[in-house]
């Protein structure tokens, strides 16, 4: 019995801990420590407990981050397609060539591409229609000169709707590629 | 006679999991069927001495109706034989029935029972089959689905397929649950619980492991899972996005969709990870390959026509060829037990439904008349597609016999069931 107790207690446990930080992923909700994705609760628990003599060093994702200033273009980070098209439209020129500036800046730095698609048909073609739409957004920061190795153009598919309704809006919506960085 | 040893191992699992799934099973509406049923008498088993009533012939007799190729006879006044010596056929013939199912139980030590049937030919008057099994407690319903095969083999002449299972995801809330359930919806078991999506499960040809997507990882990566002992590991977790697995025939290799190098291209690569080779090639995207059950041919959807449709390709490479024409989006490609034939998703109108593609003639049939459909594949026996659609907003899980005529929804209210697989 214990020969089969442990791995399945082991994958659920592994599964379990492993999704508490995907569901962490919304760009717009990051406001805390960048190490949320991996440990969501220490970025919290660690202020205002230790009192003013304690000496804090700035987190990524503290104020004195550009990615998170809503004035810099660096905060903006989604890409929107129209309807059956894989297009970078020209509108989205200013954000993805700050980000590509960042990214030359930081070497270290690395990017995720997590295109996605509407909720209608087959969800593993729209898997591979959110990878053309994350694919679109990698080549043009390729082309602003960010290396390959600071980047991964993955995809959510339907599966991460932002927006669950059944209208045309929300399908507009969740066609898009969302920029995210590795230490977010 | 039952299969014990893949049993006992699965019902360990469902102990464990039992804590954490809600064991709530799913319900079945079947519609239409046949022209020419055949006529079945289900006399209940005669019950073990001081033992509650087996619900053996009443889970038989569901299996069989859900064929669409069967109706139960009415057994108003009829005498309940438990052996061919005590039939009497004018009785039975009398009620219109074509064939007769009786049988019995005895208790055998050690909380085991052993159950007897017998099915007879009304108009011959003769026995056409005759098993004995012994059973565990646990295995009612097991033996209730060998001897609806038994059934509906020697009376159709095509072997039955109620004793296979079916894997699909549960969503609830934000909880998703990879499932394993009997072919009719019963019994079903948790083998993946996750915060993220799971899609694509797909059994291994021996049905002992399943492939699927998971988004745990926060991207798309393919597990293999062992379902004696619910061990797992990544087969591809490559940069990019991994999906879409398909077992070879011989249970070694996996067609998987990769995008370490590209686009979405098709990759073949080894059960255990190892022996990466890219298939397809092309800046197009290709995608849900699935074998012919030769092993020889792999069917995938495409892009690079401009538009969503079917192709084949020799495993061994070559030149891919377009097998769908019909209207602009044309996806999820399954093929039948006997590769004659193709199941997919077409898109008419704005309605996407399943259809039925004869390679050798060409005839598309459209099966179902719902317009939200996904994900079909065959009964192991070839006679019914499995798919997913939905129904007042909810996803369930229907299925439908190749004729169109009869179809079966299996749902749990409350929860979406939606990427299917019916494996061996």
């Known amino acids: 019995m214990n020969k089969i107790f442990w791995p399945v207690l082991l994958a659920l446990t592994v599964s379990a801990c492993s999704t508490t930080g995907g569901k962490e992923a919304t760009v717009e909700d990051r406001t805390g420590s960048g190490t949320a994705a991996t440990t969501p609760a220490a970025g919290a628990e660690s202020t205002g407990v230790s009192g003013a003599g304690v000496a804090g060093s700035a987190l990524p994702g503290d104020a004195g981050d550009p990615r998170k200033d809503p004035a810099s273009p660096l905060s903006k980070r989604s890409v929107h397609f129209d309807f059956d098209s894989y297009v970078v439209k020209d509108e989205y020129r200013p954000m993805l060539e700050a980000h590509a500036g960042y990214l030359a800046a930081k070497r270290d730095a690395r990017v995720i591409l997590q295109g996605n698609a509407d909720e209608r048909g087959s969800r593993e073609y729209n898997l591979a229609l959110g990878q053309k739409r994350a694919e679109a957004v990698r080549k043009a920061l390729a082309v602003l000169g960010v290396s390959d190795a600071q980047m991964e153009a993955i995809s959510f598919g339907e599966e991460k709707p932002r927006n669950e309704a059944d209208t045309e809006e929300a399908y507009a919506e969740n066609r898009r590629t969302d920029v995210v960085y590795g230490d977010e | 006679m039952l299969r014990a040893v893949l049993l006992f191992p699965l019902l360990c699992l469902a102990l464990l999991c039992a ?5 709530a099973a799913m319900e079945i509406q079947v519609i239409g069927g046949a022209a020419n049923k055949i006529a079945v008498a289900m006399v209940p088993f005669q019950a073990a001495s001081g033992q509650p009533a087996p619900a053996l012939s009443q889970i038989a007799g569901d299996d069989l109706e859900r064929s669409g190729r069967f109706r139960r006879v009415g057994l108003e006044g009829a005498p309940q034989p438990v052996a061919p010596a005590q039939v009497d056929y004018s009785v039975w013939r009398g009620k219109g029935a074509d064939a007769l199912v009786i049988g019995q139980v005895a208790a055998l030590p050690g909380g085991r029972f052993e159950v007897r049937f017998y099915l007879l030919d009304v108009i011959k008057h003769t026995q ?3 098993y004995s099994y012994n059973i565990s407690a646990g295995q009612w319903r097991a ?3 060998q001897i609806a095969d038994i059934i509906y083999e020697r009376l159709t002449g095509t072997r039955g397929a109620f004793s296979s299972r079916i894997a699909y995801v549960q969503k609830q809330g934000k909880r998703y649950e990879l499932k394993v359930a009997d072919a009719d919806g019963q019994n079903p078991r948790t083998v993946v619980r996750s915060g993220e999506s799971v899609i694509s499960p797909r ?6 492991r399943l492939v699927y997507v998971s ?26 996005s991994n999906s879409a697995p398909a077992w070879a025939p011989d249970g070694r290799r996996l067609a998987v969709v990769l995008t370490r190098d590209a686009a979405s291209q098709i990759y073949l690569i080894n059960a255990d990870g190892s022996g990466l080779a890219r298939l397809t090639r092309g800046g197009n995207l290709d995608t849900e390959p699935v074998f012919s059950p030769d092993g020889k041919t792999l069917y995938f959807t495409s892009d690079r026509g401009g538009s969503a449709q079917i192709y084949q390709m020799a495993v061994s490479g070559g030149e891919p060829r377009r097998v769908s ?14 590769g004659k034939s ?7 109108e704005g309605r996407f439904r399943v259809v039925l593609h004869d390679l050798a003639t060409g005839q598309i049939r459209v099966l179902t008349d719902t317009a939200r459909d996904e994900s079909p594949s065959f009964a192991p026996n070839g006679q019914a597609v499995l798919y997913a659609t939905v129904l007042g907003g909810r996803g369930i899980l229907g299925t439908v016999s190749l004729d169109g005529q009869t179809r079966a929804r299996l749902s749990e209210s409350g929860v979406d069931a939606r990427e299917p697989a019916w494996g061996p």
């Open chain 2, 203 to 208: 059994f291994s040809p021996d049905g002992s």
């Open chain 2, 19 to 23: 804590p954490f799934s809600a064991r």
């Open chain 2, 325 to 338: 024409f019909s209207g602009s989006y044309n996806v999820s490609p399954a093929v039948s037990p006997d």
């Open chain 2, 215 to 240: 988004f745990e990882d926060r991207k798309p990566v393919v597990y293999v899972q062992s379902l004696k002992d619910g061990s797992r590991r990544k087969v591809a977790a490559f940069k990019g």
């Open chain 2, 128 to 130: 056409l089959a005759g």
């Open chain 2, 143 to 145: 033996t209730a689905h």
């Open chain 2, 342 to 348: 193709l199941a997919y998703i077409n898109r008419d």
